[in-house]
């Protein structure tokens, strides 16, 4: 029996534009996005998983009629939105090894990360960055933090609460000055239906579904979401 490991590399370059100031910052798609074995309703484009959340969630807040499909026009339309909005997307994994091909962060072994710092220090205008999970091990945040310790930095609490809100300076040397800029991490509840569970025992959470019993988990994401988008 075969032990090989399963290379999951990221499909997608960093969706980076110099007008950004946030951007969405996650691990990596479902392997069947690194084979190419799209389903007919995954969408070829950052987050386009059938079964992820993130384009449901912004088509309510932003009314924005996507279309769920493997169509140049459905990732065309996500792209336009995230130009309109200025929202780059740079997922912090650029590839894992993984003994078993799903899509759970924890199985990821050996994971080489893409330089955030770098691209933040490029590009100028980034201000929020927003973590598609928090700091669970090989979760955005967590990956993230990793990385910054390698450059002598950490983040800082400003909110404990669920969604979890951090800052840190960063240095950035410009025409020889070196100067620095305040950089806010927000690490949302995942968009994912593994993370379902997690939201089901949040007290907030709780507290709304019991005064509307049709409330989901999906809607509690949209409030969350909304306030940082």
Not at 194 to 206: D, F, M, P, T
Request: one cysteine or more.
């Amino acid at each position: 029996m075969s032990s090989k490991l399963f290379v999951h590399t990221h499909p997608y370059e960093p969706f980076l534009f110099p007008e950004a100031t946030k951007l969405i910052v996650g691990t990596l798609p479902p392997p069947r996005f690194t084979t190419g074995e799209l389903k007919d309703d995954d969408v070829d484009f950052c987050y386009g998983s059938r079964n992820g959340m993130l384009w449901p969630i912004l088509d309510r807040i932003f009314n924005l009629n996507l279309k769920y499909e493997t169509t140049d026009e459905a990732a065309e339309q996500r792209k336009k939105f995230l130009l309109k909005r200025k929202i780059g997307v740079c997922d912090i994994v650029g590839s894992a090894e993984r003994s078993k091909i799903d899509a759970s962060d924890l199985g990821m072994q050996n994971a080489k990360l893409r330089n955030l710092v770098k691209y933040l220090q490029k590009y100028t205008n980034i201000n929020t960055l927003l973590f598609t999970g928090g700091n669970s091990k090989n979760g955005p945040e967590y990956f993230f933090r990793k990385q910054l310790k390698e450059y002598g930095l950490q983040l800082e609490v400003v909110s404990g609460e669920v969604p979890r809100i951090h800052q840190f300076m960063l240095p950035v040397t410009s025409r020889g000055i070196n100067k620095s800029r305040m950089i806010k991490t927000v690490s949302l509840t995942a968009p994912s239906g593994a993370a379902n569970r997690a939201v089901g025992s949040l007290q907030a959470y709780k507290d709304l579904k019991n005064k509307n019993p049709y409330f989901n988990t999906l809607d509690f994401r949209v409030m969350q979401y909304e306030e940082f988008f």
